[in-house]
């Protein structure tokens, strides 16, 4: 089976801009999960979403959405970027929601300017 | 929000030698997860434990979780540099989303 992918994998944007980000789960896998990762706050969940319903939500602002489409892929989006936005963004699939194990992507790597 | 913390939260050892790396928490788990993350590249499941005092074994890697399942340890003996990565250790309350820990990045010096 394929894994998670994960598109672009590298991306450099300017504060004030928006960006969108877009995760393929695993075959099957109906849960996805996105999360950040910063050097200094570590991995952070940021939503999760399962049969296109959004079920769980970080603690994160507004500026940072997402939704699941019919097949399970997912994409996230972040509005009026800010320098503290940049990070490692990983997507996460799973069978089902909740405590299942997370298979991840590699990531994007966003930099804010 | 429940935390786990994990320590040290840096380590550095020569290839051969023994290390132990841990995951606190307050908090009661019914399970807890350890992942390990090369650079570039996303967290990959290495163990769940599920039991208190539970103890597994992957190859030169043992885990243990606490008898309380508030805590966790990994064990690597005869560390090798392909050992080298950020360890991370999440936990699950009933069926509610994975809480990361920390991390703890180790590197094993050839």
């Known amino acids: 089976k394929a894994g998670v992918t994960q598109t672009p994998r590298y991306l450099i944007k300017t504060r004030g801009q928006q960006v969108t980000l877009s995760c393929s789960p695993i075959s099957g896998h109906r849960s996805v999960s996105w999360y950040q990762q910063t050097p200094g706050q570590g991995l952070q969940f940021l939503f999760e979403?399962?049969?296109?319903?959004?079920?769980n939500k970080g603690n994160f602002p507004g500026r940072f959405s997402g939704r699941q489409f019919s097949n399970s892929r997912s994409e996230m989006n972040v509005s009026t970027l800010e320098l503290g936005d940049s990070a490692l963004y990983l997507c996460?699939?799973?069978?089902?929601?909740?405590?299942?194990?997370?298979?991840f992507g590699p990531g994007t790597r966003l930099l804010v300017l | 929000t429940q935390l786990l913390e994990q320590s040290p939260q840096f380590l550095s050892i020569q290839e051969g030698e023994n290390l132990t790396v841990y995951c606190n928490s307050s908090s009661v788990f019914s399970s807890l997860q350890w992942y390990r993350q090369e650079p570039g590249e996303g967290p990959v499941l290495l163990v769940t434990v599920v039991t208190g005092g539970e103890v597994k074994k992957l190859k030169r890697l043992t885990f243990q979780f606490g008898d309380a399942r508030k805590d966790s340890s990994l064990h690597i003996t005869a560390a090798q540099p392909g050992d080298t990565g950020l360890y991370l250790c999440a936990g699950a309350h009933g069926n509610e989303k994975l809480t990361f820990g920390t991390g703890t990045r180790l590197t094993i010096i050839p």
């Open positions: 996460a699939s799973s069978l089902y929601a909740g405590k299942e194990t997370q298979y």
């Open positions: 979403y399962f049969s296109e319903t959004q079920r």
